[in-house]
């Protein structure tokens, strides 16, 4: 169970949340922004975009308490906030950078960066990773993540008119604000050259990381039935545990009980293990039971949706699937005959004479002269 946690929760007094397992052990949930007192002031709406990108282990709090909403992040620290959002791949066990001021942590994360185009650093050969990520680099960074790059620079001479933003960056908010990736301050203004806090970075971050997954499949690729009463649900994403709703998860018609059936969600968030109160048999393995689902959301909030036309495909593994015994009819009995009659051997065909034509008998002359010349006189000469 270390890599598993029930969710079948409940929310005690004091307003932490906790899981419980089927037989009633509690089990640590994972943190959200219930457990950081500078997150209780922000509305609904905002505090699920912080469980998102908490969950996604993208932001963590700078203590266990405080999530530090109004502190600013350096650009080595955005730089693996990017590429964790943008699912880049990340080396490692890089340890030479292609920037001079770069090692550390950081390091392969900002490499990581560069090799997808998102950052190119500066003119210098630097990145300088302790320096501030403005709101301007914020708004490049989300817009070449979502490979829009050439979009921005079209937009280059017409972008914003802001006097708070640089000339180079004018595209890249006109594309962000367009995009609804960031917003203006409430002075109207986006405060181009401001440092970006933490508040900021997760909203923008969200969206971004929302955007992206839209363009991918979103569905449940398959489910698998270990043993008669566990099943496994496998998806392309990370799903809400809030969205499952087992009422919601239909099998051969029937819908499962969230009184009796449970289920659990994999350390990665892609896999719903679900328990069933009864087990199912399996006698054909080309007749699979149907699998429905809905009202199933991302982390991001993006559905979760099969083509109708293409059904959840559903295994079993091997040992469930009862074999048929063999039936009597199949099974040759030996005769009981005492005395068997004798199988006769075959019979070849007779070899033909080579002399076809029968030899007539002299009883089957019709003529009962033998001799064939019709002149009864024996003398050829005749009598003068």
């Not at 089927?22 to 089990?27: D, E, F, T």
């Not at 469980?51 to 992040?73: R, Y």
């Not at 829009?148 to 001479?157: L, Y």
């Not at 959840?312 to 048929?324: N, R």
């Amino acid at each position: 169970m270390n890599n598993k946690f029930f969710y079948r929760s409940f929310v005690l007094a004091h307003g932490l949340t906790f899981a419980t397992s089927y037989s009633g052990s509690l089990i640590s949930a994972e943190k959200s922004s219930a457990d950081f007192t500078d997150l209780k002031d922000l509305d609904a709406a905002t505090k699920s975009k912080f469980d998102a990108m908490i969950s996604a282990g993208i932001f963590d709090g700078v203590s266990d308490t405080t999530f530090g909403l109004k502190d600013e992040m350096n650009r080595a620290q955005f730089a693996k906030v990017a590429a964790l959002v943008t699912g880049l791949n990340v080396n490692l066990d890089l340890k030479k950078s292609s920037f001079s001021d770069v090692d550390g942590y950081a390091l392969p994360y900002i490499e990581a960066l560069k090799n997808a185009g998102i950052t190119v650093g500066f003119g210098d050969g630097t990145y300088n990773p302790a320096g501030k990520v403005t709101n301007e680099q914020l708004a490049t960074f989300l817009v070449r993540a979502l490979g829009k790059d050439a979009d921005a620079k079209s937009k280059a001479a017409s972008g914003v008119g802001d006097p708070t933003v640089t000339n180079w960056a004018k595209g890249y908010v006109e594309l962000a604000l367009e995009l609804k990736l960031l917003n203006n301050a409430p002075n109207g203004t986006f405060g181009g050259n401001v440092p970006a806090d933490r508040e900021l970075l997760v909203k923008g971050s969200f969206q971004s990381a929302k955007t992206l997954e839209e363009s991918k499949p979103l569905i449940v690729t398959g489910g698998l039935f270990e043993t008669g009463d566990k099943l496994n649900l496998k998806l392309t994403v990370q799903i809400d545990p809030k969205s499952i709703d087992l009422s919601k998860i239909i099998i051969n018609g029937v819908p499962l009980d969230p009184k009796l059936d449970s289920f659990e969600l994999s350390k990665d968030g892609k896999t719903i293990i679900i328990k069933l109160h009864k087990s199912l048999q399996f006698v054909d393995p080309s007749k699979m039971p149907k699998i429905d689902i809905s009202g199933l959301t991302t982390l991001y909030g993006n559905s979760v949706k099969n083509d109708e036309m293409n059904p959840i495909p559903v295994t079993a593994t091997e040992s469930l699937v009862i074999k048929p015994k063999p039936t009597t009819s199949s099974i040759s009995e030996p005769a009981q005959n005492p005395s068997p009659e004798p199988t006769p051997s075959p019979s070849p065909e007779p070899t033909p004479s080579p002399s076809p034509e029968p030899t007539p008998s002299p009883s089957q002359n019709p003529n009962p002269n033998p001799n064939p010349n019709p002149n009864p006189n024996p003398n050829p000469n005749p009598i003068d």
